[in-house]
Nanobody, 122 residues
Framework: QVQLAESGGGLVQPGGSLRLSCAAS????????MGWYRQAPGMQRELVAT???????NYADSVKGRLTISRDNAKNTVYLQMNSLKPGNTAVYYC????????????????WGQGTQVTVSS
């Protein structure tokens, strides 16, 4: 079983920035593609960013240019730098240790952390 612990969320004003972290354990971190997902109230969970085990990245069109995913395999941690935040970015953000599909998207694994709440509001 993979344990995932997301952190770094909070309340931020529109235009602000946050850096989310996700620490993974119970698996060979470097073997996984990692994905960041978000779930807004009343909405399905959606993939926003993927980083392959060899560091290639991919983003949902709605976040391109504002979010940057990165990973530190030595620390078993994946990050999500979020800039120019908008109220529409308000959601609970989750990470997943998964596999890569042919479109460079993370196919989520079975395990999820508790998520971290991001609220963008003035």
């Amino acid at each position: 079983q993979v344990q995932l612990a997301e952190s770094g969320g909070g309340l931020v004003q529109p235009g602000g920035s946050l850096r989310l972290s996700c620490a993974a354990s119970g698996t060979i971190f470097s073997a996984h593609a990692m994905g960041w997902y978000r779930q807004a109230p009343g909405m399905q969970r959606e993939l926003v960013a993927t980083i392959a085990n060899r560091y290639s990245t991919n983003y949902a069109d709605s976040v391109k240019g504002r979010l940057t995913i990165s990973r530190d395999n030595a620390k078993n941690t994946v990050y999500l730098q979020m800039n120019s935040l908008k109220p529409g970015n308000t959601a609970v953000y989750y990470c997943s240790a998964g596999q890569l599909d042919s479109g460079l998207n993370c196919i989520a694994g079975n395990d999820w952390g508790q998520g971290t709440q991001v609220t963008v509001s003035s």
